[in-house]
């Protein structure tokens, strides 16, 4: 029996899964989704053009395998719909390889009216969600609430859609939440509820299966399957910087759930980071850059939000916390991306550990958010050259070198490849071994 493969960041997202993914597919028969949902955004580029993906796997551009949205993820239809139509538009018919799980949950309308409703409540401490209704839903889920991809097909799919939307209203009102003003893409509710209408339509020409079946049967026949995680450890909902984070497990452990495979199913563990840190919304980040030089990584790095276009918060990379992440995920190996952001810096930082209250640590603490946190730096020199055409690992520059080698000792874990530029063809493998 094969083991799963797991894909997943080790930041607080937007580490370059979705390229990565693109790239590894070529090696695995299905790509799986296992958790999160339209909060997510995974941008592919090759050919010169750019893809961004929210609910639908990474492998979908690759016609001959399978893509799967597992149960552990959330999926709201009129999101989906414009995401299908964008991808028939590029030529690829998503029906002949997407199969949905019929167990993953609905995001309604209502749970993204909730979530503007909880996010105005919460006032100065809000999360700065995405507002796609991932707290909400995924509450209703655990609250033994929700509606479920396989509850479309039922008879009385209308009444308990109501009977959930009417739930909303109340809670939202009860948070002095303003229904009526309410809009989403400019949209009333009422109005919204005909597109995701729609969307259900769309849901229901896809093939909806008990996925767990068919995930524990591809394994048992010798297939590959690669897991692809979405957001990222440090916005996991028990390990990350909590209540800063999203509503579900980033974590490897989330792929059994999201999924239905055995712990002992878990292969290689594949971490991505980038080459320094970004964050979008609020929450602590101890190595954030208010100068100069955050504002180059964010204008350098386009580093604006691939779902909300928010510019995200930029600063040098944070070794606790990937020691951490790889702790927690079990990574068996890194991939680094975007070092070619900094190719012009002098010099690049990364933080080895924390001071807090005069003592060092190399632990995330408890009191992360709120503890004051000054990150104490090693500096390595830049390496003032670009790296376009660069195609083996050992012929980076050799300052680049010394930083990748420090990320591997800092962690305990060896680099698998190394990403200098959003395109497919931009990943530099270590050993040819690494490739699948
Ligand atoms: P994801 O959510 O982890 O899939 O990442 P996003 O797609 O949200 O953000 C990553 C951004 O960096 C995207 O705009 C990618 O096109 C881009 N990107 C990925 N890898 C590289 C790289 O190695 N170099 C550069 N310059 N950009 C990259
Ligand atoms: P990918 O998969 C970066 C952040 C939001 C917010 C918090 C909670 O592209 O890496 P939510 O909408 O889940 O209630 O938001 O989590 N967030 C992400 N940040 N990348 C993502 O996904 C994210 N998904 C959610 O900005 O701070
Ligand atoms: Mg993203």
């Known amino acids: 029996m094969n083991k799963i493969d797991v894909l997943l960041g080790l930041q607080w997202g937007d580490e370059g899964k ?38 639908i796997p990474s492998g979908i551009f690759h016609q001959e395998k399978v893509n799967l949205i597992g149960n552990g993820v959330l999926i709201e239809p009129h999101i989906f719909q414009q995401e299908i139509e964008g991808i028939e538009a590029k030529g690829i018919d998503p029906t002949r390889n997407l199969l949905i799980s019929l167990k993953a949950h609905l995001i309604l309308p209502s749970h993204r009216m909730m979530d503007a409703a909880n996010e105005q409540a919460k006032g100065a ?15 209703d889920k655990i609250a033994r609430n929700g509606l479920r991809v396989g509850d479309i097909l039922a008879a009385d799919f209308d009444q308990r859609y109501d009977a959930l939307k009417q739930a909303h209203l109340r809670a939202a009102r009860s948070l002095g939440f303003d229904v009526d003003a309410f809009r989403i893409d400019g949209m009333t509710l009422a109005q919204y509820e005909e597109k995701w209408n729609e969307g259900l339509q769309c ?37 990350g910087t909590y209540p800063f984070v999203t509503s579900s497990n980033t974590i490897t452990a989330g792929v059994c759930t999201g999924l239905g495979v055995a712990p002992s199913a878990i292969g290689k563990v594949m971490g991505i980071t980038k080459a320094y840190c970004t964050r979008v919304g609020a929450g602590p980040f101890p190595t954030e850059l208010f100068d100069e030089t955050g ?114 000792q800092q962690t305990g874990v060896s680099i698998a490849a190394v990403s200098i530029s959003p395109d497919r063809k931009d990943v530099i493998f270590k050993s040819s071994t690494s490739m699948q």
């Open 18 to 55: 979705g390229k990565i993914v693109d790239v590894l597919t070529p090696g695995y028969d299905v790509v799986a989704r296992f958790q999160g949902g339209p909060n997510a955004g995974h941008t592919l580029e090759f050919e010169g053009v750019k893809h961004v993906l929210h609910i």
């Open 125 to 139: 401490s809000k999360i700065g969600s995405t507002l796609k209704g991932i707290g909400p839903t995924y509450t």
């Open 203 to 239: 849901l229901r020409r896809f093939n909806l299966v008990s996925s767990e079946y068919y995930v524990n049967r591809v394994l048992r026949e010798n297939r590959r399957i690669l897991a692809e995680g979405a957001q990222a450890m440090m916005l996991d909902i028990d390990f």
């Open 295 to 408: 504002s180059l990584l964010c204008s350098l790095g386009h580093e604006y939000g691939a779902t909300t276009g928010r510019p995200r918060r930029c600063g040098w990379i944070d070794i606790p916390a990937l020691r951490y992440a790889c702790m927690i995920n079990g990574v068996t190996e890194l991939y680094v991306t975007k070092p070619d952001v900094m190719n012009d810096f002098e010099y690049i930082n990364m933080c080895t550990g924390y001071r807090i209250d005069g003592a060092v640590t190399d632990e995330i603490p408890y009191n992360y958010n709120t503890a004051a946190i000054t990150p104490i730096l090693a500096t390595y020199p830049g390496w003032k050259q670009g790296l376009a055409g660069i195609t083996h690992y050992e012929e980076l520059p050799n300052q680049l070198l010394a930083f990748l080698s420090a990320i591997e």
